[in-house]
């Protein structure tokens, strides 16, 4: 069983920078894939990013590449979403999500989600 707690999310100003955070609570962490997801009011929730167990291969939507990036510490049980140049259109409920599916990328049927942080960008 894998237990997801983010934090990390706020609002700020178009052009500012935040750093997510989703801790996990498992055994093998370093077994998992992770991915960041994200869903802005009355939209769907979409992919951002996923990174596979070891952190040498990322994948992003086209939305954000340049201006997100993906990190993991196995060590810490711990895996980042570094945003910078924020947009309004950034706006969202970001969710820290993990998966053990052998596929790569993985954008879908991740098996365990966080509880979403608030993210929200202003003019």
């Known amino acids: 069983q894998v237990q997801l707690v983010e934090s990390g999310g706020g609002l700020v100003q178009a052009g500012d920078s935040l750093r997510l955070s989703c801790a996990a609570s498992?055994?093998?962490?370093?077994?998992?894939?992770m991915g960041w997801f994200r869903q802005a009011p009355g939209k769907e929730r979409e992919f951002v990013a996923t990174i596979n167990w070891s952190g040498g291969n990322t994948y992003y939507a086209d939305s954000v590449k340049g201006r997100f990036t993906i990190s993991r510490d196995n060590a810490k049980n711990t895996v980042y979403l570094q945003m910078n140049s924020l947009k309004p259109e950034d706006t969202a409920v970001y969710y820290c999500?993990?998966?053990?599916?052998?596929?790569?990328?993985?954008?879908?049927?991740?098996?365990?989600w966080g509880q979403g942080t608030q993210v929200t960008v202003s003019s």
């Open positions: 999500a993990a998966g053990y599916g052998s596929s790569w990328p993985l954008i879908y049927d991740y098996d365990y």
């Open positions: 498992v055994r093998t962490f370093s077994s998992y894939t």
